[in-house]
């Protein structure tokens, strides 16, 4: 949620809803609701540009990059990964995918009181590792503690900084008909991961939720395919199906996904057939979407493919006039379907 | 996965050579000089059609028509203002299928309230509710009911291990309702014309297809009991077609690899063990229906929500504008609502038609209704 800061001009609120319910937070339509209708109106001004994934500004006439993000997770360790290292590839993530290199990040812990201090240090530690993986500087943090009960377990937030990264430029606005929309990886494995974790459902499968910085493979794309970049997105909360929707909206186009090629693994398809979930509403880390135009794709999909973690890229879909601001998939025997934000969370239905 | 991968049991059913192969049979089938009106009965047969594109590759003459079969939409409001009332108390846990929980009462859906501080939980089984209430002995435990006869097994069977472990901090607030009557009020519905049923079919996993015959014999209208994957919903409209051009009006099974013509017995006997028909109950849209819905019997009185508290018995008639009535009846289109796409969206829902995946409102708006703006968008540029 970040955007140029304009303050002298303040647009009016239109946020109408009486009290924040748990689908404000979920990343679909009532999330982008709440930005656009009270965040960006009363903090941005009359900022109507579209909010990514980090803001770039010019200080002092240096190019940074800068973003922040919050993780609350339940359970607190998965298979595959935990808070702490969520924390720290989110936020790289979530600059990598704006076109930057994060150089520093801050945290802020905010933790029960009552937890047990091996569950604390094993998440700094994991913080500490997925840090030095991904080439980013812990540079400081403050703590909180709350009252047992509070917090389940613990929150963390983290702010990074970056470098923009040479030879590519983020902008809804440039996406043109004809663009192959890309994907890094398979969707939907880490919420169904942490779903099937979290033990309410008596369901078991061989699923890991791997989080891991994009940034090698963000750097491999811009290096091959810099100049034909357009757009690129970290379909974390609401899946693949709400960041795309969000850009058809942004840019006016229409976002049309082939299902055969959308690259989804068996378990992660099997348990959304039982519980009645549509994997493109699922959240994902660790994978990314971009957009790139027709005459770079066969250079972005060579280094995606080639770059260590990127084996499982895609085409997935590609960019046309319609329909305009709407995402449609194709079925593989002729049918098609709209594909619409998630609305509220994700709730599993009972036949 | 794109290349090789498959889920068992579910990419057969979805394979694009015999689905074309089928589509091709039902458009040699299908009479051009005739309109077909074949009526889903089960919502998720709706989502079936929507969420694969079906209409896109059915030829313009067979029309699919969406039926009550819906147990999320076809509740009156009044009922989930009722079972809120009971979750007012403190001491209570309520507890209810992902389903319900976006379902608008009066003041608001349970997940609203739930923001507000009630304690309100998404269960995944009935047994589950009663996990809960072993876990929390000082509370006590309220399960919201809902579903046709395809989930009305395990709550029989829930209650009765209730019964026999002892757990009297829990209960079942019945909201139970049976398929049968509700086809017999939409064939009873003067506006309706309808050629022939594709049958539900996880309720006939439970009820088998015999009390389906009257429906060939007296009302002369081919039904075939089908499965939710493409294929099988195309297979049972080749059936569907089959019988019509032979003039013929018999129950068919679609999907004999889950429904036995007789039922479930194990399961029956569960039912009529717990639970007796209630005289009448009210339906969204189709008003009340005689005999058809569940009530606890009274040797389980003591884990009946109704019996054990105090209902209020609110009764709430739906806005006049939303059309849900007509929609549920198959008299109107979801569009053809004067409050789709605009008072009413899966956000802000003013029926439940357009809460569960299941309500043909929802599925249409999500699926299908910007379609209609589109032009040319499936021809491929490259």
Redesign the interface.
Same mark, same amino acid.
């Given at each position: 949620m970040t955007a140029e800061v304009a303050s002298d001009r303040f647009s009016p609120v239109r946020f109408r809803e009486a009290q924040i319910e748990m689908a404000h937070g979920a990343g679909g339509k009532a999330s982008r609701r709440l930005i656009e209708g009270l965040f960006a109106p009363l903090l941005f001004g009359t900022s109507s540009e579209p909010l990514g994934d980090a803001a770039h500004l010019e200080i002092n006439g240096a190019r940074v990059a800068i973003t922040t993000d919050s993780f609350v997770v339940k359970p607190l360790s998965f298979p595959g990964g935990s808070i702490g290292e969520l924390a720290v590839n989110g936020t790289v993530n979530d600059l990598a995918v704006s076109g930057a290199k994060a150089e520093a990040l801050v945290c802020t812990y905010v933790l029960e009181a009552g937890l047990p201090t091996a569950v604390l240090e094993a998440e700094v530690r994991a913080m500490a590792a997925a840090a030095l993986k991904a080439g980013v500087r812990i540079a400081g943090g403050d703590t909180k503690v709350v009252e047992h009960g509070k917090a389940d377990g613990m929150y963390i937030s983290t702010t990074g900084i970056g470098c923009p990264l040479r030879n590519v430029r983020i902008d809804a606005a440039s996406v043109q008909p004809g663009d192959k929309i890309f994907l890094s990886g398979p969707i939907g494995d880490p919420g169904i991961t942490i779903l099937l974790a979290r033990g309410e459902l008596d369901l078991e499968a061989d699923l890991r939720s791997d989080t891991r910085s994009v940034l090698p493979l963000v750097e491999a794309l811009v290096r091959e395919a810099g100049p034909g970049i357009r757009w690129m997105r970290d379909p974390t909360r609401g899946g693949a199906a709400t960041s795309l929707n969000e850009l058809a909206r942004d840019c006016g186009l229409g976002m049309v996904l082939f299902e055969d090629q959308v690259p989804v693994r068996d378990t992660v398809r099997g348990a959304c057939e039982l519980l009645g979930l549509d994997p493109l509403h699922i959240a994902n880390e660790g994978q990314f979407l971009a957009v790139v135009s027709a005459e770079y794709s066969d250079a972005a999909l060579n280094a995606l493919r080639l770059a260590p973690g990127g084996e499982e890229a895609q085409i997935i879909g590609e960019v046309r006039e319609q329909p305009a601001g709407a995402v449609l998939e194709t079925t593989r025997y002729g049918g098609s379907r709209i594909v619409d934000m998630l609305v509220g969370d994700p709730l599993p239905r009972i036949c | 996965?794109?290349q090789g991968? *498959?889920?068992r049991f579910?990419d057969e059913f979805?394979e694009?050579k015999l689905?074309?192969r089928t589509?091709d049979e039902i458009r040699r089938l299908a009479d051009p000089g005739r309109h077909y009106r074949l009526m889903e009965v089960c919502g998720?047969h709706t989502h079936a059609i929507?969420?694969?594109?079906?209409?896109?590759?059915l030829p313009e003459n067979i029309e699919l028509i969406h039926g009550p079969g819906c147990?999320v939409c076809v509740l009156p409001m009044g009922r989930i203002d009722d079972g809120l009332s009971m979750a007012q108390d403190p001491d209570v846990i309520f507890t209810a299928?992902?389903?319900m929980? *976006?379902v608008p009462g009066t003041h608001g859906s349970p997940?609203?309230h739930?923001? *507000?501080g009630m304690d309100i939980r998404?269960v995944?089984s009935p047994s589950?509710a009663l996990k809960l209430a072993r876990a929390n002995p000082g509370k006590h435990v309220m399960f919201f009911a809902?579903?046709f006869e395809?989930?009305e097994p395990s709550t029989a069977l829930t209650l009765m291990r209730a019964r026999a472990e002892g757990i009297h901090n829990f209960s079942v607030f019945c909201n139970h309702v049976t398929i049968i009557p509700a086809i017999r009020a939409i064939l009873d519905s003067p506006d309706m014309r309808l050629d022939a049923f594709i049958g539900p079919g996880?309720v006939s996993t439970v009820i088998g297809c015999r009390p389906y015959e009257w429906i060939a014999q007296n009302e002369n209208k081919p039904i075939v009991v089908s499965g939710f994957e493409?294929l099988d919903m195309l297979q049972s409209i080749v059936m569907l077609l089959r019988q019509l051009k032979a003039g013929e009006a018999r129950v068919e099974n679609q999907y004999k690899r889950v429904v036995p013509w007789e039922g479930n017995r194990a399961a029956l006997r569960a039912m009529a063990e717990v639970f007796q028909l209630r005289p009448y109950f009210e339906w969204r849209g189709l008003g009340f229906i005689s005999q058809s819905a569940l009530r606890i019997r009274d040797t389980y009185a003591e884990w009946d929500s109704e019996q054990r508290f105090s209902i209020p018995g609110i009764r709430v008639t739906d806005p006049k504008a939303a059309q849900c009535g007509e929609v549920l009846k198959g008299v109107l289109k979801p569009h053809q609502c004067k409050l789709f796409g605009h008072e009413c969206t899966?956000?802000h829902p003013i029926g439940a038609l357009m809460v569960?995946?299941?309500g043909s409102c929802a599925a249409y708006?999500?699926?299908?209704? *910007?379609?209609m703006?589109?032009?040319?968008?499936?021809s491929p540029?490259?």
């Amino acid at each position: 949620m970040t955007a140029e800061v304009a303050s002298d001009r303040f647009s009016p609120v239109r946020f109408r809803e009486a009290q924040i319910e748990m689908a404000h937070g979920a990343g679909g339509k009532a999330s982008r609701r709440l930005i656009e209708g009270l965040f960006a109106p009363l903090l941005f001004g009359t900022s109507s540009e579209p909010l990514g994934d980090a803001a770039h500004l010019e200080i002092n006439g240096a190019r940074v990059a800068i973003t922040t993000d919050s993780f609350v997770v339940k359970p607190l360790s998965f298979p595959g990964g935990s808070i702490g290292e969520l924390a720290v590839n989110g936020t790289v993530n979530d600059l990598a995918v704006s076109g930057a290199k994060a150089e520093a990040l801050v945290c802020t812990y905010v933790l029960e009181a009552g937890l047990p201090t091996a569950v604390l240090e094993a998440e700094v530690r994991a913080m500490a590792a997925a840090a030095l993986k991904a080439g980013v500087r812990i540079a400081g943090g403050d703590t909180k503690v709350v009252e047992h009960g509070k917090a389940d377990g613990m929150y963390i937030s983290t702010t990074g900084i970056g470098c923009p990264l040479r030879n590519v430029r983020i902008d809804a606005a440039s996406v043109q008909p004809g663009d192959k929309i890309f994907l890094s990886g398979p969707i939907g494995d880490p919420g169904i991961t942490i779903l099937l974790a979290r033990g309410e459902l008596d369901l078991e499968a061989d699923l890991r939720s791997d989080t891991r910085s994009v940034l090698p493979l963000v750097e491999a794309l811009v290096r091959e395919a810099g100049p034909g970049i357009r757009w690129m997105r970290d379909p974390t909360r609401g899946g693949a199906a709400t960041s795309l929707n969000e850009l058809a909206r942004d840019c006016g186009l229409g976002m049309v996904l082939f299902e055969d090629q959308v690259p989804v693994r068996d378990t992660v398809r099997g348990a959304c057939e039982l519980l009645g979930l549509d994997p493109l509403h699922i959240a994902n880390e660790g994978q990314f979407l971009a957009v790139v135009s027709a005459e770079y794709s066969d250079a972005a999909l060579n280094a995606l493919r080639l770059a260590p973690g990127g084996e499982e890229a895609q085409i997935i879909g590609e960019v046309r006039e319609q329909p305009a601001g709407a995402v449609l998939e194709t079925t593989r025997y002729g049918g098609s379907r709209i594909v619409d934000m998630l609305v509220g969370d994700p709730l599993p239905r009972i036949c | 996965m794109p290349q090789g991968d *498959r889920v068992r049991f579910v990419d057969e059913f979805r394979e694009p050579k015999l689905i074309t192969r089928t589509a091709d049979e039902i458009r040699r089938l299908a009479d051009p000089g005739r309109h077909y009106r074949l009526m889903e009965v089960c919502g998720g047969h709706t989502h079936a059609i929507y969420r694969f594109g079906l209409k896109d590759i059915l030829p313009e003459n067979i029309e699919l028509i969406h039926g009550p079969g819906c147990p999320v939409c076809v509740l009156p409001m009044g009922r989930i203002d009722d079972g809120l009332s009971m979750a007012q108390d403190p001491d209570v846990i309520f507890t209810a299928f992902g389903d319900m929980m *976006r379902v608008p009462g009066t003041h608001g859906s349970p997940l609203e309230h739930k923001a *507000r501080g009630m304690d309100i939980r998404i269960v995944y089984s009935p047994s589950d509710a009663l996990k809960l209430a072993r876990a929390n002995p000082g509370k006590h435990v309220m399960f919201f009911a809902i579903g046709f006869e395809t989930t009305e097994p395990s709550t029989a069977l829930t209650l009765m291990r209730a019964r026999a472990e002892g757990i009297h901090n829990f209960s079942v607030f019945c909201n139970h309702v049976t398929i049968i009557p509700a086809i017999r009020a939409i064939l009873d519905s003067p506006d309706m014309r309808l050629d022939a049923f594709i049958g539900p079919g996880h309720v006939s996993t439970v009820i088998g297809c015999r009390p389906y015959e009257w429906i060939a014999q007296n009302e002369n209208k081919p039904i075939v009991v089908s499965g939710f994957e493409p294929l099988d919903m195309l297979q049972s409209i080749v059936m569907l077609l089959r019988q019509l051009k032979a003039g013929e009006a018999r129950v068919e099974n679609q999907y004999k690899r889950v429904v036995p013509w007789e039922g479930n017995r194990a399961a029956l006997r569960a039912m009529a063990e717990v639970f007796q028909l209630r005289p009448y109950f009210e339906w969204r849209g189709l008003g009340f229906i005689s005999q058809s819905a569940l009530r606890i019997r009274d040797t389980y009185a003591e884990w009946d929500s109704e019996q054990r508290f105090s209902i209020p018995g609110i009764r709430v008639t739906d806005p006049k504008a939303a059309q849900c009535g007509e929609v549920l009846k198959g008299v109107l289109k979801p569009h053809q609502c004067k409050l789709f796409g605009h008072e009413c969206t899966p956000e802000h829902p003013i029926g439940a038609l357009m809460v569960s995946s299941e309500g043909s409102c929802a599925a249409y708006f999500n699926y299908e209704h *910007r379609k209609m703006e589109m032009v040319n968008i499936l021809s491929p540029t490259a």
